[in-house]
């Protein structure tokens, strides 16, 4: 019922920025957090900034003081601002929403984007 949609990717050069976008859509639902996960070929996906219904992010300690994960005012949409890109930021960027589904019961579940590629050349 919760789909998530991402855009922003692109091929940039090292410094430059770069915005990635995730709408959430759908009906009967209300999202508790949202976060962005990376994945290189051969690695696990990772954590890279996460947002609680409540506003606390987190981040890894390579993005620090680099990216940033904000949420709309209607809290369907996030965001990953990312500054002084570098090579090593290079992979497949993945959004995810967890959430609450209406019904009864009420039950909580989790829905991943398609991903969007993020490419820095050096």
């Known amino acids: 019922q919760v789909q998530l949609v991402e855009s922003g990717g692109a091929l940039v050069q090292a410094g430059e920025s770069l915005r990635l976008s995730c709408s959430a859509s759908?009906?009967?639902?209300?999202?508790?957090?949202m976060g962005w996960y990376r994945q290189v070929a051969g690695k696990e996906r990772e954590l890279v900034a996460g947002i609680t219904s409540g506003g606390t992010s987190n981040y890894a300690d390579s993005v620090k003081g680099r990216f940033t994960i904000t949420r709309d005012n209607a809290k369907n949409t996030a965001y990953l601002q990312m500054n002084s890109l570098k090579p090593e930021d290079t992979a497949v960027y993945y959004c995810?929403?967890?959430?609450?589904?209406?019904?009864?019961?009420?039950?909580?579940?989790?829905?991943w984007g398609q991903g969007t590629q993020v490419t820095v050349s050096s």
């Open positions: 759908g009906s009967g639902f209300s999202i508790t957090a």
């Open positions: 995810n929403a967890d959430f609450i589904l209406f019904g009864s019961p009420p039950r909580r579940a989790r829905s």
